[in-house]
């Protein structure tokens, strides 16, 4: 599994590609998160577009989901995107990340996945 990092301007964006295995994508986050901070970068799109092809279990779509906890409270808007038969149809990793307070959106088009990033939050009701 190969990361790479490409700063935008008003965001970062990690491309994760490649042959993976379920603990090295959920360790992830912690090199992640600290590209951010380095880079003083709130926004982050998570681009899985070129991952490696691979059934994927509803226990790892919930540690997928669990693992970038992290995240919360430390940046703004995560955006992933990845091909459609990487994205669970119920959405569970997505849920388990949303539950655990990481405002997180999966998508399966990377410039659907930019626009959500770079929206402006609705104002709080």
């Keep these: ?12 964006w990690v491309r994760i590609a490649g042959p993976w295995k379920i603990e090295e994508i959920c360790a992830a986050p912690e090199p992640v998160l600290a590209e951010c901070q380095a880079r003083k970068q709130d926004l982050l799109l998570v681009d899985l577009m070129d991952i ?7 226990l790892d779509r919930y540690r997928l989901g ?5 995240f919360s409270g430390k940046l703004r808007k995560v955006a992933c995107a990845a ?15 949303r539950n ?6 999966v ?3 990377l410039g659907e ?8 939050d609705p104002p709080p009701s």
């Design 113 to 120: 996945a930019q626009r959500w990033l770079l929206e402006k």
């Design 100 to 105: 655990r307070g990481v405002n997180l959106r």
């Design 1 to 12: 599994m190969e990361l790479t990092y490409r700063d935008e301007r008003r965001f970062l």
């Design 107 to 109: 998508f399966s088009d």
């Design 83 to 97: 091909q459609p038969d990487f994205i669970d149809p119920e959405r569970l990793g997505e849920q388990v990340a």
């Design 66 to 70: 669990s693992s970038i906890i992290l």
């Design 52 to 58: 490696g092809r691979q059934p994927v279990s509803t």
